[in-house]
């Protein structure tokens, strides 16, 4: 069984910055292997694609509404994920959930919920005007 298990989540000012972690855990889960993902969801609104970094970590992913203000990293020695969010705006107010896909080695970091089979029961972030 995957658990990923996701902290850093908070209220900050808008102009702010917020670190976001994602452990992942797994007798037969090989983190390193795998594709990582970063989605949010607002109230009253639908899940939303964010940051994805492929197995290697060389390849990333953003959305356009947090292009230059988000960075999605790994570390694979301790299994986790991270999403540095800078010059945050209300509008970024959500709760984020880290997820893993589904197919081992995925050369691409993909946007597509549909990808990723493991999900974090998510962190809010409120970010204040």
């Known amino acids: 069984q995957v658990q990923l298990v996701e902290s850093g989540g908070g209220l900050v000012q808008a102009g702010g910055s917020l670190r976001l972690s994602c452990a992942a855990s797994g007798r037969t889960f090989a983190f390193s292997n795998y594709a990582m993902g970063w989605f949010r969801q607002a109230p009253g609104k639908e899940r939303e694609f964010v940051a994805a970094i492929n197995w290697r970590g060389g390849t990333t992913n953003y959305a356009d509404s947090v292009k230059g203000r988000f960075t999605i990293s790994r570390d694979n020695a301790k299994n986790t994920v991270y999403l540095q969010m800078n010059s945050l705006k209300p509008e970024d107010t959500a709760v984020y959930f880290c997820?893993?896909?589904?197919?081992?080695?995925?050369?691409?970091?993909?946007?597509?919920?549909?990808?990723?089979?493991?999900w974090g029961q998510g962190t809010q972030v409120t970010v204040s005007s």
């Open positions: 997820a893993a896909d589904g197919t081992w080695r995925r050369s691409t970091a993909s946007a597509s919920a549909t990808v990723y089979v493991h």
